[in-house]
């Protein structure tokens, strides 16, 4: 399957929310020709959603990648980060930067961070605001999808971690978007209703 990654334009300068294809694949007219890298934001350390970091920091050495560091042993672990199954052994060098430091970098948005293992043990998701909309949606990696959740059986995943995510993101709004890792956007309140892994 496919895997979704993010790009969020802010002025001249852009944020990256799980590499999976390299730059030279972002479609003409996303980002402007001086853009500039701030930073890359990771959901989680599997192949399928950090395959083309190092391409993304060959051309913006300078930018932060924030990743989790409970995850971080997977970067180095082929099997952990399922390169090993997928495309063949990868080990990824490079550095990373504890998560307190994301919210200090925006200027126009608020990013906030839910922490919702399951899928890895540092799967987090990314809360995302408009300092001037208002608008808000969820960047949830494998976390949550429209109708099923990410699945739990793979190197550091727990069913019973996956279940007490769901339970911590009861209370956000039902209007509020859900952007996957996967698959197509959804709301809180549609898997509220329709998921049938969701806690009520």
């Given at each position: 399957?496919?895997?979704?990654?993010?790009?969020?334009?802010?002025?001249?300068?852009?944020?990256?929310?799980?590499?999976?294809?390299?730059?030279?694949?972002?479609?003409?007219?996303?980002?402007?020709?001086?853009?500039?890298?701030?930073?890359i934001l990771i959901t989680h350390c599997h192949y399928d959603h950090i395959a083309a970091v190092e391409e993304w920091l060959?051309?913006?050495?300078?930018?932060?990648?924030?990743?989790?560091?409970?995850?971080?042993?997977?970067?180095?672990?082929?099997?952990?980060?399922?390169?090993?199954?997928?495309?063949?052994?990868?080990?990824?060098?490079?550095?990373?930067?504890?998560?307190?430091?994301?919210?200090?970098?925006?200027?126009?948005?608020?990013?906030?961070?839910?922490?919702?293992?399951?899928?890895?043990?540092?799967?987090?998701?990314?809360?995302?605001?408009?300092?001037?909309?208002?608008?808000?949606?969820?960047?949830?990696?494998?976390?949550?999808?429209?109708?099923?959740?990410?699945?739990?059986?793979?190197?550091?995943?727990?069913?019973?971690?996956?279940?007490?995510?769901?339970?911590?993101?009861?209370?956000?709004?039902?209007?509020?978007?859900?952007?996957?890792g996967h698959g197509p956007d959804s709301t809180i309140g549609f898997e509220k209703r329709s998921n049938p892994y969701f806690?009520?």
């Amino acid at each position: 399957m496919a895997s979704n990654m993010y790009v969020i334009c802010e002025g001249g300068g852009f944020y990256i929310v799980d590499p999976s294809v390299t730059p030279d694949r972002v479609p003409e007219g996303v980002l402007a020709d001086d853009a500039c890298l701030k930073a890359i934001l990771i959901t989680h350390c599997h192949y399928d959603h950090i395959a083309a970091v190092e391409e993304w920091l060959r051309r913006w050495p300078e930018a932060p990648v924030f990743l989790s560091r409970k995850d971080r042993p997977f970067l180095n672990d082929p099997d952990a980060n399922c390169s090993s199954f997928i495309s063949g052994d990868r080990i990824y060098s490079i550095g990373t930067v504890d998560f307190d430091k994301v919210k200090e970098l925006p200027e126009s948005f608020t990013i906030s961070l839910i922490e919702t293992p399951g899928h890895t043990p540092g799967s987090v998701s990314f809360l995302v605001r408009d300092r001037n909309s208002g608008e808000k949606a969820l960047l949830s990696g494998d976390f949550l999808f429209r109708g099923s959740i990410g699945r739990t059986d793979f190197p550091g995943g727990s069913y019973e971690q996956m279940m007490d995510s769901l339970e911590r993101i009861m209370d956000l709004p039902d209007d509020l978007p859900v952007l996957p890792g996967h698959g197509p956007d959804s709301t809180i309140g549609f898997e509220k209703r329709s998921n049938p892994y969701f806690i009520y």
